[in-house]
């Protein structure tokens, strides 16, 4: 049996252009499949951790600079919005519609810092006019919770000469805003949650789920499995065509 086999091992042919290709394609393939099994896990540990903590009573302003991981943390504020300085966040859609989030500093008179508040997502389906949106301006008592963007946050930086409030940018850091207007506040986002002075609150925990990731994950895998039974078929079926037909010969030489 073990020279059987052996000898089966021996004649297998594939060719050298396809042994190249399964030997660059075949891990890449596997690595990719795993690559998405982690991110999967990744992406469930941040839905079960959103989840756990958006249950969770909120944390006062001060108690918030406290935190090591403020993440999905609800946080109760009262203070005042900074109707001056609004960003609207552009390409934002929802079922289907264009539409951008408006976004505002929030003075915390509890703690005493500057806080970027997103009070939700509103249409703009003509651009030609801009946005309509009110800012209360009395003192409020509202809960938000922290959004930390999955990865670094890419910022359209405007032109100080023609730069104009309120500001239409695809993205934004705090830091970068803070920055500008010559504050101290939080470094991450907070998210309002649904109030008289919000717009539409509902937003996706991850923009992919984990089982967009499993899926992707077999997906890579049946490549790669699909591409190791081509190559073997393919250096079997060579083996078939050059078996010699020795045999029939010799008999009739033999005659």
């Known amino acids: 049996m073990k020279t059987s086999i052996a000898s089966t091992m021996k004649r297998f042919r594939p060719g050298l252009?396809?042994?190249?290709?399964?030997?660059?394609?075949?891990?890449l393939m596997v690595g990719l499949g795993f690559w998405q099994l982690s991110r999967?896990?990744?992406?469930?540990?941040?839905?079960?951790?959103?989840?756990?903590?958006?249950?969770?009573?909120?944390v006062s302003g001060?108690?918030?600079?406290?935190?090591?991981?403020?993440?999905?943390?609800?946080?109760?504020?009262?203070?005042?919005?900074?109707?001056?300085?609004?960003?609207?966040?552009?390409?934002?859609?929802?079922?289907?519609?264009?539409?951008?989030?408006?976004?505002?500093?929030?003075?915390?008179?509890v703690s005493g810092q500057w806080l970027l508040l997103n009070r939700g997502w509103l249409p703009w389906p003509d651009r030609r006019t801009p946005p309509a949106f009110t800012t209360p301006g009395q003192p409020l008592n509202l809960d938000a919770w922290v959004y930390v963007a999955p990865g670094e946050t890419f910022q359209l930086h405007a032109d100080p000469a023609t730069a104009q409030w309120p500001r239409l940018l695809t993205a934004l850091?705090?830091?970068?805003?803070?920055?500008?207007?010559?504050?101290?506040?939080?470094?991450y986002e907070l998210r309002a949650e649904p109030g008289p002075f919000t717009y539409?609150?509902?937003?996706?925990?991850?923009?992919?789920?984990?089982?967009?990731?499993?899926?992707?994950?077999?997906?890579?895998?049946?490549?790669?499995?699909?591409?190791l039974a081509l190559y073997l078929y393919l250096g079997w079926h060579n083996t078939k065509k050059e078996k010699p037909h020795g045999n029939g010969h010799e008999s009739t030489q033999g005659v």
């Not at 252009?17 to 891990?27: E, F, I, N, R, S």
């Not at 991850?206 to 997906?219: C, I, N, R």
Request: hydrophobic share 45%; aromatic share 8%; proline share 6%.
């Open 40 to 58: 999967g896990h990744e992406k469930q540990r941040l839905v079960d951790s959103y989840a756990e903590r958006r249950v969770a009573e909120p």
């Open 17 to 27: 252009a396809p042994t190249l290709v399964v030997w660059v394609l075949l891990p």
């Open 200 to 227: 539409d609150t509902t937003w996706a925990v991850v923009a992919m789920g984990p089982e967009k990731h499993l899926g992707y994950a077999v997906q890579w895998f049946a490549m790669a499995l699909a591409l």
């Open 62 to 109: 001060v108690q918030l600079n406290e935190l090591d991981d403020p993440a999905f943390r609800r946080v109760r504020l009262r203070g005042q919005l900074d109707a001056e300085h609004s960003v609207l966040l552009d390409n934002r859609m929802r079922d289907g519609k264009a539409g951008v989030e408006l976004l505002q500093p929030f003075h915390d008179q």
């Open 173 to 187: 850091h705090p830091a970068a805003l803070w920055a500008e207007l010559g504050r101290t506040g939080f470094a």
